[in-house]
């Protein structure tokens, strides 16, 4: 199995401009997530889906944030308008329900706000 | 609120010198803590999971424990190649939302 993988792997913008982060999980997996990582908070969940359902998005920090599982094999989470303090790494992550409940993570799309 | 707080934030072994991190939890009915290895710009690897108290877990060099209140992740005679961030997890029953600690930066010099 490729793992999960994600894209872009590095996104520059400009504050305002509109972001969309890619992730495809791990065939099988029913359950997806969104972290953030920063060195200020370190890994933030924002959002996860379980069966392309969205079950807990408390921790989307604010209305610009949003998030789609249209199928079981891909994810989008999107930014609008983008600002500087949203440049993080965004990391996607599956699992599925029978395993012992680790998550496979993919290597990020570190994302630069200017 | 869960929460997952882990000390030291950075640790300089020498090789061969044994140490051990700490994590400590809060969590309201602990489904199961998890411990994560993280290399510079790659995601988060599995390394553990326990369940309950008294219970441990080895791979290699790396042991985890478990009480009812932290886990500990015990390093013995550490090799340049553990150099990496270890997060500490934990999920509660209820759901599967998992909470991560701010991670401890351990630096093993030859």
């Known amino acids: 199995d490729a793992g999960v993988i994600q894209s872009p792997r590095h996104e520059v913008t400009e504050m305002g401009q509109e972001v969309t982060l890619r992730c495809k999980p791990i065939?099988?997996?029913?359950?997806l997530f969104w972290y953030r990582q920063t060195m200020m908070r370190g890994l933030e969940l924002l959002i996860y889906f379980n069966n392309n359902v969205p079950i807990d998005d408390s921790g989307m920090p604010e209305d610009r944030f949003s998030a789609k599982m249209p199928n079981a094999s891909f994810s989008t989470l999107k930014i609008q308008p983008s600002e500087p303090r949203d440049s993080a790494v965004y990391f996607c992550a599956s699992r599925g329900t029978a395993n012992t409940g680790e998550l496979f993570f993919g290597e990020g799309s570190r994302l630069t706000v200017l | 609120e869960d929460q997952v707080t882990q000390s030291p934030e950075a640790l300089r072994l020498q090789e061969g010198e044994s140490s051990s991190l700490n994590c400590s939890y809060t969590v309201s009915g602990l489904r199961g803590l998890f411990w994560y290895r993280q290399d510079p710009g790659k995601g988060p690897e599995f390394l553990f999971t326990l369940y309950s108290a008294g219970e441990e877990k080895e791979k290699e060099r790396l042991k985890a424990t478990l009480t009812k209140k932290e886990s500990f992740l015990h390093i013995t005679a550490p090799k340049p190649e553990d150099s990496a961030t270890y997060l500490c997890?934990?999920?509660?029953?209820?759901?599967?939302?998992?909470?991560f600690g701010a991670g401890t930066r351990l630096f093993v010099k030859a």
């Open positions: 997890a934990v999920q509660a029953w209820g759901g599967f939302k998992t909470i």
């Open positions: 065939s099988g997996h029913d359950y």
